[in-house]
């Protein structure tokens, strides 16, 4: 399993954890290059349906490291582990960039190490766009989506998440903001600083709550 979709189901812990892991580029409806390392949504889809419905397993963990990529794959992914019924969590290491934003804040509870960092940028797009009113306002209403699925599942307000998407003081040759685990924590954007032990903790107690 782990070489073929990047999860552990069943662990032998207290309880049994799915673990779950997103890296690199996450992969839509189009093929990613060869050289680049994706989590494909098709792939996941399946796990989180089996996660719901498997009674065996208790609880999710989402490991995130992730550069972003296909904006609706991500979204839907997003709103799938929002969705579950079960104890579920999120650890951001290394990265949660872009549409790994949305991922890092869908779960109940998220956590995030502090050497970890978060790029909140607006909606980008590669290949051919046309230049009419149309293409914007279907820009606007994708961003609008994402930063309303975000202000719904974290502490940061849909004003205050714009506004960092749109700062033009730190990303050179674009607009955005980075922000590591503590100052992510403190924009309310991810709850808490954690490890591994933290984010499976919280989980253990929310199962142990239910039973």
């Known amino acids: 399993m782990i070489a073929e979709s990047g999860s552990v189901a069943a662990t032998r812990g207290r309880y049994a954890i799915h673990c779950l892991t997103v890296v690199g580029t996450i992969e839509g409806h189009t093929l990613s290059p060869d050289n680049q390392k994706t989590t494909k949504y098709e792939h996941v889809i399946p796990q989180l349906v089996d996660i719901e419905e498997d009674p065996d397993i208790e609880g999710l963990l989402v490991i995130l490291n992730t550069v972003g990529g296909d904006v609706e794959a991500g979204l839907a992914l997003a709103e799938l582990i929002a969705g579950l019924t079960k104890p579920s969590a999120t650890l951001v290491l290394g990265g949660g960039h872009s549409i790994g934003i949305p991922l890092a804040v869908s779960a109940g509870r998220s956590f995030i190490v502090p050497t970890a960092t978060m790029t909140v940028h607006p909606v980008r797009h590669s290949g051919m766009?046309?230049?009419?009113?149309?293409?914007?306002?279907?820009?606007?209403?994708?961003?609008?989506?994402?930063?309303?699925?975000?202000?719904?599942?974290?502490?940061?307000?849909?004003?205050?998440?714009?506004?960092?998407?749109?700062?033009?003081?730190?990303?050179v040759m674009d607009m955005g903001t980075v922000l590591n685990g503590e100052?992510?924590?403190?924009?309310?954007?991810?709850?808490?600083?954690?490890?591994?032990?933290?984010?499976?903790?919280?989980?253990?107690?929310?199962?142990?709550?239910?039973?």
């Open 183 to 211: 100052q992510a924590v403190q924009e309310g954007l991810i709850d808490a600083l954690g490890g591994l032990g933290d984010a499976l903790g919280y989980l253990y107690e929310e199962i142990e709550k239910r039973r």
């Open 129 to 171: 766009v046309l230049g009419v009113p149309q293409t914007m306002r279907y820009f606007e209403q994708m961003q609008e989506r994402i930063v309303g699925f975000v202000a719904k599942h974290s502490g940061i307000t849909s004003q205050r998440f714009t506004q960092l998407m749109h700062n033009t003081g730190e990303l």
